[in-house]
């Protein structure tokens, strides 16, 4: 006898990737008036569209959300502990840390500053080789990069929540160790979710204690940096650069001191695009349904209390 087919809506916009993904997990597409089990979102800035289905359709025991960092859900208080919540957190994990990657290495390499130039100039440039490296957060974007800079032997001291060893890691601290993990490394790279705990995060005593010499990479969420202190630690050479590809407030307004400064390079939160993601959401989409029918924890799941 063939297995029941789980039914799982799709909402607020309907894609026939995101159906073919479900049904390749073993699901079956429906409407919301047809009793879902679970629910892939599609909008990540709908959040009170959000809020407005799941009350009306308090069966819905599964939400897949379509982005890894989810704090605007969290800030409007939709999680709770009745349904199974998932993230895209993890999935887009190999291009982000590639983006890290290539802003490091333009850092490093002063292409800001060339890129901008219409003379010779002086020649100046930094190795990443052998080179120490700090990444602040320990998931899976952390863990993608970790990879990517084993060529070139940096010395790689992860701050997050756990001192649990990551793998290809030199060390591994907690936050409460952060200012510790700052002063000496090349390159202080950000990963980790945007929280209450975590605003803020990188202010002006942090980059006090940043080399000179180092750059600020953050690929993560504009909020857990200080922008004013930065523009300031910018401006002054307190450190070497900032390489951007989130900002706060974002979009980052035309006018505003970071786009003048020569020694910041801005990408417009392109680590991810649709393009590179959609696969890579599809393929969990698909994961987690089977998980779901075959009772197996799902991946990516969101902490209610966490917030991420």
């Known amino acids: 006898m063939e297995q029941t087919r789980i039914p799982v809506a799709v909402a607020p916009e309907k894609a026939a990737w995101v159906t073919d993904a479900i049904r390749r997990g073993g699901g079956e597409p429906v409407e919301l008036d047809q009793d879902p089990a679970g629910l892939v979102w599609t909008d990540p800035g709908a959040v009170a569209e959000l809020r407005d289905v799941l009350r009306a ?18 800030e409007a208080g939709v999680f709770d502990r009745q349904r199974q919540w998932t993230s895209a957190k993890g999935s887009y994990a190999e291009p982000v840390a590639e983006h890290a990657l290539a802003l490091l290495l333009a850092g490093l390499r002063h292409l800001p500053e060339r890129a901008r130039a219409r003379s010779w100039g002086e020649p100046a440039a930094r190795t990443l080789f052998g080179q120490p490296v700090t990444i602040v957060g320990g998931g899976g974007i952390s863990a993608a990069l970790v990879r990517l800079l084993e060529p070139f032997r940096t010395r790689i001291t992860v701050v997050r929540r756990s001192a649990e060893p990551v793998p290809g890691a030199a060390s591994t601290v907690t936050t409460g160790h952060l200012h510790e993990a700052l002063p000496g490394a090349q390159a202080v790279v950000l990963t980790l979710a945007l929280t209450p705990q975590t605003r803020g995060l990188i202010g002006q005593k942090e ?13 993560a969420r504009g909020g857990l940096v200080d922008t004013e202190a930065l523009v300031r630690a910018l401006r002054s050479h307190q450190i070497a650069g900032a390489a951007l590809d989130v900002t706060d407030p974002e979009p980052l ?14 990408t417009p939160h392109t680590a991810d695009t649709e393009q590179m993601t959609q696969p890579l959401l599809a393929a969990r989409i698909t994961g987690n349904v089977q998980r779901l029918i075959n009772g197996q924890e799902l991946e990516g799941r969101v902490d209610p209390d966490l917030g991420y």
């Open 57 to 74: 359709h308090p069966r819905i025991s599964w939400v897949q959300l379509p982005m890894a960092g989810v704090e605007r859900m969290a």
């Open 253 to 266: 307004p035309e006018g505003h001191p970071l786009w003048d400064l020569p020694n910041c390079l801005i």
């Open 207 to 219: 980059l006090e204690l940043m080399n000179q010499q180092a750059w600020l990479v953050n690929i």
